[in-house]
């Protein structure tokens, strides 16, 4: 029974400019407005998570900037646990630039302090029983220390990722996540079951498929949810509110199926406002979800 959440990887400062399409070569497109928002996909999974009721705390890094001050204080409002946030006082905080509309999104991040966190710094007497890990970087060499004592001391591990895992890290692995954008690039098919013989053994898949729903699959087979119908602004979060969805509906003791449709929920709530954290009114209830 997971009890509690780590969530390692980065927080970001996101610069959105809504448009109508994307610029060309060369072309300064204008738009009538752009906002400044708090990003990172761990980060943002876990504000999701302190938003359903969850003890969750953030493991990453930010530089001692304006930004990096601005970044936790967004966390902590949201119930999260910062004690572990990590300075860099020489780099800026990471932060994102991205162009979105309801077709489309294109971004651009910087590592920043991000690219500084050290796993040596987190206490390691944290990792027990009871506890979910949750990752969402591809910095291997932050990552697998962490999971592989996670998993020597009991606690579950799933990651967010946008490329395949690491055999290594593979093997550390509840739970992966992935869009099927991502899933392509790594198997050749947008189809999960060309995972099959890539994953190790006791490690489930659940993929994200737009507007069609998202699936998972494990070794007793595969299940599917579909998405809720909605009218997108802004898929910046979608994904990271999806693992939050989905993580809550495990620490709930759900079935997978149930699992998915809190992510779904979740996840049709964020991108139909702007930002990657919109304001959804006080905690959350996935029970508020449609059958």
Known sequence: MIRRFLCLGSLNVDITFPVERMPAEHEKLRCPEAYLSFGGGAANTAHWLAWFGHRVDMLGCVGADPFGDLAIQALADAGVGTEWVQ????????????FVNPRSKRMVSSGGANLRFDPRAVPMNVFAPGLHLHVATSLLDRVLPLARLAKSRG?????????????????????????????????GSDDPEATR????????????????????LGADGAEFHPAFPVEVIDRTGGGDAFAAGFLHGLAGGFPVTECLRDGLWLASRVIALPGSRPDLGASGDAAQAPA
């Open 197 to 216: 013989g890539l994953l190790a053994a006791g490690t489930h898949l659940a993929v994200t498929c737009g507007a069609e729903g998202a699936w998972v």
């Open 87 to 98: 300075r860099a006082p020489e780099i800026l905080s990471g932060m994102a630039a991205i």
């Open 155 to 187: 606690a579950t591990v799933s990651a967010d990722l946008d490329d395949a895992p690491s055999a290594e890290l593979s093997a550390c692995l509840d739970w992966l996540f992935m869009n099927h954008s991502s899933l392509k690039r790594w198997t």
